[in-house]
Each structure stands twice: as structure tokens, then as C-alpha cells.
């Protein structure tokens, strides 16, 4: 999905519902679990090689665009993610779940 938002140039016109429930874990670190994912979703499609790709495709080249499409996967995307995170003044890798635990402990666990 994120994909087809990205790269059919429509994140201006889409807004994006998540829903993320699962009541055997914290709420809380599902629906930040869940955010980051969408983002990070997000991420890889605007970093994907899409002009290139387009351009194999008009030309009839599906065995370079498949070749592209497949070698992509394995760009640094974690590097760009965590420099997002970090411009942002987000946690990175996991160091924001122990910012979730510190607010179950010191929040959550005093609601009746």
C-alpha cells in the first residue's frame, strides 16, 4: 500500500488510518510499533529507484527492472531510518521501547 501511495505520487491526497489492536500486548507499544512500520514503509518506497524502474518497464526490459526491484531490497535502509529518526529527535532501533515500559510503569500501572 505504502508503495502504491508513494510511488503513484498520492501521499498529498491520502490519509492513512492504522489500527493496530492486539490486547495480549501493550497498547501503546503496538500502535508505536505499528506507526513506525507504516513510516518505515513509507521510507522504502520514496527510497526505491522508481524513475529507473519506470524506464526499464516502458522499454520492454522486465528482466532489468525485476533485477533492479530485487537488489534494491538489500539498499541501506536502515542507516536512512535511523538518520530519520535521529533529525527527528525519535529513539532509535529500540531504545524506544524503553521509553514506553518507563510510561506503563509510571503511568498506566496507576489507572484503576
Not at 502504491?4 to 488510518?17: P, T
Not at 503496538?30 to 529507473?52: D, F, Q, S
Not at 524506464?55 to 542507516?79: C, Q, V
Amino acid at each position: 500500500i505504502a508503495q502504491e501511495i508513494v510511488w503513484g505520487k498520492f501521499l498529498n491526497r491520502v490519509h492513512i488510518g492504522l489500527d493496530y489492536f492486539d490486547a495480549s500486548i501493550n497498547r501503546i507499544a503496538a500502535w508505536v510499533i505499528g506507526t513506525r512500520n507504516m513510516l518505515k514503509a513509507l521510507l522504502l518506497a520514496m527510497l526505491a529507484p522508481v524513475e529507473t524502474l519506470e524506464k526499464y518497464e516502458n522499454s520492454g526490459n522486465y528482466t532489468a527492472r525485476l533485477m533492479l526491484l530485487e537488489e534494491s531490497k538489500t539498499l541501506p535502509f536502515g542507516a536512512v531510518w535511523d538518520y530519520f529518526c535521529l533529525k527527528n529527535n525519535t529513539p532509535v532501533g529500540e531504545t524506544w521501547f524503553e521509553e514506553v515500559k518507563k510510561y506503563e510503569k509510571e503511568v498506566l500501572s496507576r489507572r484503576v
